[in-house]
């Protein structure tokens, strides 16, 4: 059982950046890959972001790709994402997400955390 705890979500003008932690707990955390997905209201959940084991491999989603970053730190248990020039259509609760296989897709994934919600402003 991995337990996943979000933080650094809030309010944001467009144009700003803001920075999403995971932190982990339970099973080793290097053992997983990590993901970023989100959710805006009354739409279905999107993949932003997976980063591999090792921290070497990443992926994007199309929208955010050249925007975000996503990184880890074993040595804190903890997966970052790095969100600059936030647009109001990245508004959304954010979710980390844990998984066994490099996939992009929720079912994928077996361990999520309760979401921060992200709210950019025009």
């Known amino acids: 059982q991995v337990q996943l705890l979000e933080s650094g979500g809030g309010l944001v003008q467009a144009g700003g950046s803001l920075r999403l932690s995971c932190a982990a707990s339970?099973?080793?955390?290097?053992?997983?890959?990590m993901g970023w997905f989100r959710q805006a209201p009354g739409m279905e959940r999107e993949f932003v972001a997976a980063?591999?084991?090792?921290?070497?491999?990443?992926r994007y989603g199309d929208s955010v790709k050249d925007r975000f970053i996503i990184s880890r730190v074993d040595a804190k248990n903890t997966v970052y994402l790095q969100m600059n020039s936030l647009k109001p259509e990245d508004t959304a609760v954010y979710y980390c997400?844990?998984?066994?296989?490099?996939?992009?897709?929720?079912?994928?994934?077996?361990?999520w955390g309760q979401g921060t919600q992200v709210t950019v402003s025009s």
């Open positions: 997400a844990a998984a066994n296989v490099w996939l992009s897709t929720t079912s994928a994934y077996d361990y």
């Open positions: 980063i591999n084991r090792s921290g070497r491999s990443t």
């Open positions: 339970g099973r080793t955390f290097s053992n997983y890959v």
